[in-house]
């Protein structure tokens, strides 16, 4: 029995799993705006405080989603020169973002010091590390790749009717002349192309700063 039934809560005997997967669910089916401690107690069948012994906050359970959602990412097989492996480092990130409706807003809004989390980031800063960066560029590095792909991401998971809307008609009096003429480009919704755009320019400007 995993619902209330006749007014009583249920027995299933909860772990901090179970919260974060039905979390997950929630938020695939109704997006970030809807998950909450109480409608995750709703949906498991539990009472507020069972939730929240598991989670003690709104906050935490926000955390412990974003390092399940960077979880499902592999770090296995990956390809053996330092810029490729950033490259698909980065990739399956974005994939994993992807993966769950929200994914990246969830994610952005948290500093989750997580193990997935840290072994994603421990990767990655490995790599560069090894690619002949500075230890301050390794680092901020990371941080430059992660904000991009966040960025990106939550633009692309953004409601259809929101990306680019409006542009053309805000540009039509011709007082934007630049933005005027790449508008086209601005509003096209060719998130897999800008992202290996972006990400290309990162790694080449990674490359003057090698010791």
């Known amino acids: 029995m ?4 006749a007014g ?3 027995r299933t005997r909860l772990d901090p799993d179970t ?3 039905a979390a997950l669910e929630l ?3 109704k997006g970030a705006e809807a998950v909450s401690i109480r409608a995750i107690a709703e949906r498991l069948g539990v009472r507020m405080n069972t939730v929240l012994w598991h989670a003690k906050t709104k906050a935490r359970l ?3 989603m974003a390092d399940a959602i960077v979880a499902e990412m592999s770090l296995e097989d990956l390809p053996e020169p330092c810029e490729e492996r950033v490259r698909e480092l980065s990739h399956r990130y974005r994939r994993a973002l992807l993966a769950h409706r929200d994914g990246a807003t969830i994610v952005a809004g948290t500093y989750a010091a997580e193990p997935a989390t840290l072994r994603f980031a421990d990767t990655m800063v490995e790599t560069l590390l ?4 500075a230890e301050r560029e390794a680092a901020w590095a990371l941080w430059t790749v992660v904000y991009f792909t966040l960025g990106l991401t939550q633009e692309e998971q953004a409601s259809p009717e ?3 809307h409006g542009l053309t008609g805000a540009l039509a009096s011709g007082e934007y002349p630049s933005l005027g003429r790449v508008v086209a480009h601005l509003e096209a919704p060719t998130f897999a192309e800008r992202f290996d755009y972006g990400l290309s320019l990162i ?3 990674l490359g003057s700063h090698r010791v």
């Open 8 to 10: 009583k809560p249920s």
């Open 203 to 205: 790694l080449q400007s």
């Open 62 to 64: 926000l955390e412990l």
């Open 130 to 133: 090894s690619s002949g960066l």
């Open 162 to 164: 929101t990306v680019g």
């Open 27 to 29: 938020l695939d089916e």
């Open 2 to 5: 995993t619902k209330m039934q």
């Open 19 to 21: 919260v974060v997967r």
